[in-house]
């Protein structure tokens, strides 16, 4: 295959910043380019009361030389055109438990979400990874919860199952990002061993104005309901939307009207609560 190079080429430029990208994420690796945001989940059915449960979702961003924040879309096309994403998933998994063990705030109730790539559900070595990072922490497996796409899923259905079992075996659980992007999500559903459905903020978003978006997330409510399955709204945005979730039953919320990703965990469970804006009833 011969490519002529063009400076107006499209396709030869992001070529060229894959390459750069590649490079950077090798080194950042090693030398701790990278940081770990967390972003809170709330619990809508504790609005009222004063004890929240701790839900963070662990968000992985590159901090150039120059202390710009680059978030994933920027640098994860690179990771996975280079085959780089098992190394990231590592770095994740490793320093976020880690965080996670050594904030004051965490209790056996508090709960951390790591999100999973595809290429790291077909590999024979996670499962030792993940059991070993636990060990040297003080956190419970049942407070790590493990995210992976509804696409990535579908794409790698046998190795997915089969992983998603063997993590829940260690007493773990397995969330389902982006729910409902998929053509034929119901189909596979009940074959999954997942504990929570993340539900596609495609479906949230608008919900305030959209009747149709809002029957689809009480249907995905419903189903998960009846499959005893905990259920995330994401790309959570206002009020509104909030007060809508509730009515449907859905169990917890996530996005800019709960609160954004956090650069540093709250010192205490009082700066915790400060953290998160939620409507009163």
Same mark, same amino acid.
């Given at each position: 295959?011969?490519?002529?190079?063009?400076?107006?080429?499209?396709?030869?430029?992001?070529?060229?910043?894959?390459?750069?990208?590649i490079s950077r994420l090798t080194e950042a690796t090693e030398s701790n380019n990278f940081q770990i945001y967390f972003q809170p989940i709330a619990a809508l059915n504790s609005i009222d009361n004063d004890c929240r449960d701790l839900?963070?979702?662990?968000?992985?961003?590159?901090?150039?030389?120059?202390?710009?924040?680059?978030?994933?879309?920027?640098?994860?096309?690179?990771?996975?055109?280079?085959?780089?994403?098992?190394?990231?998933?590592?770095?994740? /998994? $490793?320093?976020?438990?880690?965080?996670?063990?050594?904030?004051?705030? +965490?209790?056996?109730?508090?709960?951390?979400? #790591?999100?999973?790539?595809?290429?790291?559900?077909?590999?024979?070595?996670?499962?030792e990874y993940i059991e070993k990072q636990i060990k040297k922490s003080r956190l419970q497996a049942h407070q790590i919860c493990f995210e992976i796409t509804e696409t990535e899923v579908i794409a790698?259905?046998?190795?997915?199952?089969?992983?998603m079992k063997q993590i829940k075996s260690l007493g773990c659980q397995f969330a389902l990002d982006d729910f409902g992007s998929g053509l034929s999500s119901y189909c596979y559903l009940k074959n999954l061993p997942i504990d929570i459905l993340k539900i596609d903020g495609?479906?949230?978003?608008?919900?305030?104005?959209?009747?149709?978006?809002?029957a689809m997330v009480q249907s995905i409510r419903d189903i998960a309901k009846t499959m005893? /399955? $905990?259920?995330?709204?994401?790309?959570?945005?206002?009020?509104?939307? +909030?007060?809508?979730?509730?009515?449907?039953? #859905?169990?917890?919320?996530?996005g800019y009207a709960i609160s954004r990703p956090l650069e540093h965990l709250p010192d205490s469970n009082t700066d915790f609560k400060e953290t998160i804006s939620l409507p009163n009833g």
């Amino acid at each position: 295959l011969v490519h002529i190079y063009n400076e107006h080429d499209k396709q030869f430029i992001k070529q060229q910043n894959y390459v750069q990208w590649i490079s950077r994420l090798t080194e950042a690796t090693e030398s701790n380019n990278f940081q770990i945001y967390f972003q809170p989940i709330a619990a809508l059915n504790s609005i009222d009361n004063d004890c929240r449960d701790l839900y963070y979702e662990a968000l992985l961003r590159y901090i150039d030389e120059e202390g710009n924040i680059h978030t994933p879309d920027k640098f994860l096309p690179a990771a996975e055109r280079f085959g780089k994403m098992q190394l990231l998933d590592r770095w994740v /998994i $490793k320093n976020a438990i880690r965080i996670f063990s050594e904030n004051n705030t +965490i209790s056996g109730n508090s709960k951390l979400s #790591i999100n999973l790539s595809g290429r790291s559900m077909s590999s024979n070595k996670l499962l030792e990874y993940i059991e070993k990072q636990i060990k040297k922490s003080r956190l419970q497996a049942h407070q790590i919860c493990f995210e992976i796409t509804e696409t990535e899923v579908i794409a790698s259905m046998d190795d997915a199952i089969s992983l998603m079992k063997q993590i829940k075996s260690l007493g773990c659980q397995f969330a389902l990002d982006d729910f409902g992007s998929g053509l034929s999500s119901y189909c596979y559903l009940k074959n999954l061993p997942i504990d929570i459905l993340k539900i596609d903020g495609s479906f949230v978003k608008n919900i305030d104005h959209d009747f149709i978006d809002r029957a689809m997330v009480q249907s995905i409510r419903d189903i998960a309901k009846t499959m005893n /399955i $905990k259920t995330v709204a994401e790309c959570v945005e206002n009020e509104a939307i +909030i007060k809508i979730l509730k009515a449907i039953g #859905i169990d917890y919320v996530q996005g800019y009207a709960i609160s954004r990703p956090l650069e540093h965990l709250p010192d205490s469970n009082t700066d915790f609560k400060e953290t998160i804006s939620l409507p009163n009833g």
